[in-house]
């Protein structure tokens, strides 16, 4: 066997040894939370016949996948901030980049992978089960089925903002950092509405009256429009919050979650 190059500044065995050590602690509960489940629907199949996950486009799986997700990584650096397993994360032999990165690509991307393979096989077998008990069988789950690209690009952004959480506070880092993602998305909405408001009001087209049931803004001043069709304002308003939420929170959350790791281990290291 292939000795570990402690030495090394950076090493993908160490990653994979660290990957490997995470999902093998995550691995019971995980274990836990599908056995639940199955229980759950081997109860609804033995009432009516009806595994109630498979039912209207099987959406609770996709609630399940991603709920999971987050909050593995809301607690992915928890041993990190632990008074008695503290000492044990900072010995671990790789860098602070390699114990993100491994916490990274652990909750960002296998996860979701792996509970996706796992709960599309567990959703055919309750079809099967159904359909043998008489019932109509639902529908198979399947990750295309949660909205495509758009949920799991949600859920990696998610993802990272709880990682940056996780790394950041010491106790009760999940709730601290939906209350910080709630406060920034507020924030940012805000500006962006104030925004428009400012620009086309400082311009002589917009009036206080906005109809929020016709979506339109009353115009003044420009000759042969009557009135902004709220919908243009609408497309140049999500542009922007596509870019806040889909570009500059993902590469804050990045670079944020790891200088925290980093500036952690530095000053256990000097303690």
């Given at each position: 066997?292939?000795?570990?190059?402690?030495?090394?500044?950076?090493?993908?065995?160490?990653?994979?040894?660290?990957?490997?050590?995470?999902?093998?602690?995550?691995?019971?509960?995980?274990?836990?939370?599908?056995?639940?489940?199955?229980?759950?629907?081997?109860?609804?199949?033995?009432?009516?016949?009806?595994?109630?996950?498979?039912?209207?486009?099987?959406?609770?799986?996709?609630?399940?996948?991603?709920?999971?997700?987050?909050?593995?990584?809301?607690?992915?650096?928890?041993?990190?901030?632990?008074?008695?397993?503290?000492?044990?994360?900072?010995?671990?032999?790789?860098?602070?980049?390699?114990?993100?990165?491994?916490?990274?690509?652990?909750?960002?991307?296998?996860?979701?992978?792996?509970?996706s393979a796992?709960?599309?096989g567990?959703?055919?077998?309750?079809?099967?089960?159904?359909?043998?008990?008489?019932?109509?069988?639902?529908?198979?789950?399947?990750?295309?089925?949660?909205?495509?690209?758009?949920?799991?690009?949600?859920?990696?952004?998610?993802?990272?903002?709880?990682?940056a959480?996780?790394?950041?506070?010491?106790k009760?880092?999940?709730?601290?950092?939906?209350?910080?993602?709630?406060?920034?998305?507020?924030?940012?909405?805000?500006?962006?509405?104030?925004?428009?408001?400012?620009?086309?009001?400082?311009?002589?087209?917009?009036?206080?009256e906005?109809?929020?049931?016709?979506?339109?803004?009353?115009?003044?001043?420009?000759?042969?429009?009557?009135?902004?069709?709220?919908?243009?304002?609408?497309?140049?308003?999500?542009?922007?919050?596509?870019?806040?939420?889909?570009?500059i929170?993902?590469?804050?959350?990045?670079?944020?979650?790891?200088?925290?790791?980093?500036?952690?281990?530095?000053?256990?290291?000097?303690?």
């Open positions: 066997m292939k000795a570990l190059d402690v030495t090394a500044r950076f090493s993908i065995e160490r990653i994979a040894l660290l990957l490997r050590n995470r999902l093998l602690e995550d691995l019971p509960g995980f274990a836990i939370g599908f056995a639940i489940l199955l229980g759950l629907n081997a109860l609804t199949l033995l009432l009516g016949k009806t595994a109630f996950m498979n039912e209207r486009s099987g959406g609770i799986w996709t609630v399940f996948v991603v709920s999971s997700g987050i909050l593995l990584s809301s607690f992915a650096f928890k041993g990190m901030h632990s008074g008695r397993s503290g000492p044990d994360w900072l010995l671990l032999p790789a860098t602070p980049l390699e114990k993100y990165g491994a916490a990274l690509l652990a909750y960002v991307l296998i996860f979701p992978l792996a509970a796992v709960s599309t567990l959703s055919a077998l309750l079809y099967l089960v159904e359909r043998a008990l008489g019932g109509s069988g639902g529908v198979i789950w399947t990750p295309l089925l949660s909205g495509g690209f758009e949920t799991w690009g949600a859920y990696a952004v998610m993802s990272l903002v709880f990682l959480g996780s790394a950041t506070f010491r009760r880092a999940p709730l601290k950092t939906f209350g910080v993602l709630t406060g920034y998305g507020l924030v940012m909405a805000f500006i962006l509405i104030g925004g428009v408001f400012l620009i086309y009001r400082s311009r002589g087209l917009l009036t206080t906005f109809d929020f049931r016709n979506g339109v803004f009353n115009i003044e001043g420009a000759e042969g429009l009557a009135a902004l069709d709220g919908e243009r304002v609408g497309g140049i308003y999500e542009t922007a919050m596509n870019i806040l939420f889909y570009g929170l993902p590469l804050f959350s990045l670079g944020f979650g790891y200088l925290k790791v980093a500036e952690k281990e530095a000053r256990d290291e000097v303690q």
